[in-house]
């Protein structure tokens, strides 16, 4: 199927920034409606931003400080990480979703998802 690969994680301190890249390569997917989801210790996987068609939807928790963006070119999605609290410290997934209209009555639930990048840790100390 292809594979999508995440980098630009990392540590920064509190008030700091981060850049999250994914690519998908080496597959058949269809790019056009993809997620970034994060997952702490001990919780579940939540829906942090996502973006469909012109669209761009966010958490409440990271409204005004996080920016999705893409490249279809390149096949790749950003995440403009600003602002970061220790509380956004987690690992963070792309993944891919079927382009549908069930698709946007929900883009944040994971269950719309059946492709998954490996993860990249953010940890942001205070």
């Known amino acids: 199927q292809g594979q999508l690969v995440e980098s630009g994680g990392g540590s920064v301190q509190a008030g700091g920034s981060l850049r999250l890249s994914c690519v998908a390569s080496g597959g058949t997917y269809n790019t056009n409606c993809m997620g970034w989801f994060r997952q702490a210790p001990g919780k579940e996987r939540e829906g942090v931003a996502a973006?469909?068609?012109?669209?761009?939807y966010y958490a409440d928790s990271v409204k005004g400080r996080f920016t999705i963006s893409r490249d279809k070119s390149k096949s790749t999605v950003y995440l403009q990480m600003n602002s970061l609290k220790p509380e956004d410290t987690a690992m963070y997934y792309c993944?891919?979703?079927?382009?549908?209209?069930?698709?946007?009555?929900?883009?944040?639930?994971?269950?719309?998802?059946?492709?998954w990048g490996q993860g990249s840790q953010v940890t942001v100390s205070s």
């Open positions: 973006i469909g068609g012109s669209s761009a």
């Open positions: 993944a891919v979703a079927v382009c549908g209209g069930g698709w946007f009555t929900d883009p944040l639930s994971r269950r719309k998802y059946p492709y």
